[in-house]
């Protein structure tokens, strides 16, 4: 099948314009209060060296790191479940663990140094939390990144329970791209040039790990695809042709659904689908349309005989409940994000210097800052000051403005934010992650219900650990 609906590509800060917004004829359901199940899920993560095939079926086995035979763990729970992980770590580097976009407690955010000790070799450290929203999340580790998540030390987390109407089949596409050398070999994970650009690229596109792999579908059905960039480096401007998709989810959280024409996907970034899938032996083909040549991704098979759902017409999901901001008492703060070409040293309140190189959690160079300050030498270890401090319980609006001509999707541990600006035809939208286009300005808004020490970071991870990296407080 040959890409037909090729999107029209607007030039630098402009994002295209999605469908039109949803009607807002038919109200939403309700959020519903976080009710404890009593029930709780337990994992073993063992962070090693593995020989593992790329892609999965086919390639040459490479040394990656994963946390267990299985590449890419998988971790499904219902809302009100509490998740207890015990990490081990059997690398001979430091590692943590990040729960990507859940709101958990502080001492569970996986961010050495800030949060907690790394995990040393043959070390360990249980995560124990109650994830309080239902979506789609993944988990990475939080310590030299550029090359663990590189070599593949992330996994999928779902907390279920935000369906009022079920879907006939619910699939996970986790996007990725592996840098492999062809000889059995990681191919180099950065370098300067890369990282003060766009980043470094993989060579192999995989979807769960797999070249253009085929999903089997129940013909005819509703199917819930949710689709996770997880790629340390790779925009993805997705779309799906040959049959009707919406989106009903960004980063977990559930919107009116919008119906999808082209949509850009920055790493960390996720979009939950709503699909009908094809007929008997049809074929539906999810694209990436960012580059000379659409590239087919994966392919949606319909099998069995053909269900009848009527109309295409997706049901809402039930939203997460959160706080919304209080506008008009809302603080602002505003953030600038750009490249440094050289970095000045850092002298804190009390005479220390902090100097810009390297150290054992980050990569070698400072080529990015935010508001001009760039992430220091020994950077986790001697933290500098936070980029603002909040009160507990108050709102906040965040003004992120790019002033660089690189995109970056920018992510804030601890909370969820509404994004003021609209992107892609959505409007409201809750996330934990936003790409700034080249030359971009977003405005994104908050309570600051959850206190703690919390990261503030571009998720191209060569930006994020060459300076573009910054932490704040709510107390
Ligand atoms: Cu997935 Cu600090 O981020
Ligand atoms: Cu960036």
């Not at 409940?321 to 209080?326: G, I, L, Q, V």
């Not at 992430?375 to 980029?387: D, K």
């Amino acid at each position: 099948m040959k890409a037909a609906r090729r999107p029209f590509l607007l030039g630098a800060g402009a994002f295209l314009a999605g469908a039109a917004l949803p009607e807002t004829g038919r109200s939403g359901p309700l959020a519903r209060p976080l009710m404890p199940t009593g029930r709780t899920v337990e994992h073993w993560l063992v962070a090693a060296e593995r020989m593992v095939r790329i892609p999965a079926d086919a390639g040459p086995e490479v040394p990656a790191w994963t946390f267990g035979p299985e590449p890419l763990p998988m971790i499904r729970l219902q809302r009100g479940d509490s998740l207890r992980v015990r990490a081990e770590n059997r690398l001979d580097q430091l590692i943590s663990i990040h729960w990507h976009g859940i709101r958990v407690p502080n001492a569970m955010d996986g961010v050495p140094y800030l949060t907690q000790d790394p995990i040393r070799t043959g070390g360990s450290f249980d995560y124990t939390f109650t994830p309080p929203d239902t979506g789609t999340f993944f988990f990475h580790t939080h310590c030299n990144t550029i090359e663990q998540l590189g070599r593949g030390l992330a996994g999928v987390l779902i907390v279920e329970g935000d369906e009022l109407v079920r879907h006939d089949a619910d699939l996970v596409c986790v996007l990725r791209d592996w840098r492999i050398d062809g000889q059995g070999g990681f191919a180099e994970f950065t370098s300067n040039a890369a990282a003060a650009k766009a980043g470094t690229f993989g060579q192999v596109r995989t979807v769960n790990d797999r070249v253009e792999p085929v999903l089997e579908v129940p013909a005819g059905g509703e199917v819930r695809l949710r689709i996770l960039n997880i790629d340390p480096t790779r925009i993805a401007l997705l779309g799906l042709e040959g049959t009707p998709a919406a989106v009903i989810a960004i980063d977990g959280n559930g919107l009116p659904p919008v119906p999808l024409e082209s949509w850009r996907l920055g790493p960390a970034m996720r979009i939950d689908l709503s699909v009908r899938a094809p007929g008997p032996g049809e074929e539906a083909v999810l694209y990436d349309y960012f580059s000379a040549e659409p590239v087919p991704l994966a392919r949606l098979r319909g099998m069995g005989p053909r269900l009848d759902r009527g109309r295409f017409d997706p049901a809402p999901l039930i939203p997460s409940d959160f706080p919304a901001p209080d506008l008009e008492k809302a603080e602002t703060f505003r953030l600038t994000f750009q490249s440094t070409a050289v970095a000045s040293d850092l002298v804190l309140p009390d005479g220390q210097v902090l100097r810009y190189a390297d150290s054992i959690c980050l990569s070698s160079a400072t080529l990015w800052a935010i508001d001009r300050k760039t992430w220091p030498e020994a950077g986790h270890q001697q933290l500098p000051p936070p980029l603002f401090e909040l009160v507990k319980g108050r709102s906040y609006v965040i003004e992120l403005v790019n002033l660089s001509q690189y995109q970056h999707p920018i992510h804030l541990h601890g909370v969820t934010f509404q994004v003021l600006d609209p992107r892609q035809g959505e409007s409201g939208q809750r996330a934990d992650t936003v790409l700034l286009g080249p030359r971009d300005r977003v405005r994104i808004a908050f309570v600051a219900d959850n206190p703690g020490d919390w990261m503030l970071h571009c998720h191209i991870i060569e930006h994020q650990e060459t300076g573009m990296m910054g932490w704040f407080r709510i107390a």
